[in-house]
């Protein structure tokens, strides 16, 4: 949980930029999303193994241009 404590004569715009450095930073955002949609665990699994397909590919690929 994102709480912010508003500090003297603090500016609404700099509570605000601290607020969102806080969300950003627990990744609140990035959770919702995930849990926005019920994924079935088969479908994360997949998920999960294309994503290390692209990863592994993406490096054979900077690998071959260095050579």
Same mark, same amino acid.
């Given at each position: 949980?994102?709480?912010?404590?508003?500090?003297?004569? !603090? %500016?609404?715009?700099?509570?605000?930029? /601290?607020?969102?450095? @806080?969300?950003?930073? !627990?990744?609140? @955002?990035?959770?919702?999303? /995930?849990? #926005? *949609? *019920? !994924? +079935?665990? %088969? #479908? /994360?699994?997949? =998920?999960? #193994?294309?994503?290390?397909?692209?990863?592994?590919? +993406?490096? @054979? =690929? =900077?690998?071959?241009?260095?050579?």
């Amino acid at each position: 949980m994102a709480i912010v404590i508003i500090h003297g004569n !603090e %500016s609404p715009e700099k509570v605000l930029k /601290r607020f969102k450095r @806080l969300v950003d930073q !627990e990744q609140i @955002l990035t959770e919702v999303k /995930r849990r #926005e *949609y *019920y !994924e +079935k665990p %088969s #479908e /994360r699994k997949k =998920k999960r #193994e294309r994503a290390r397909r692209k990863r592994i590919m +993406k490096a @054979l =690929k =900077k690998q071959q241009q260095l050579i």
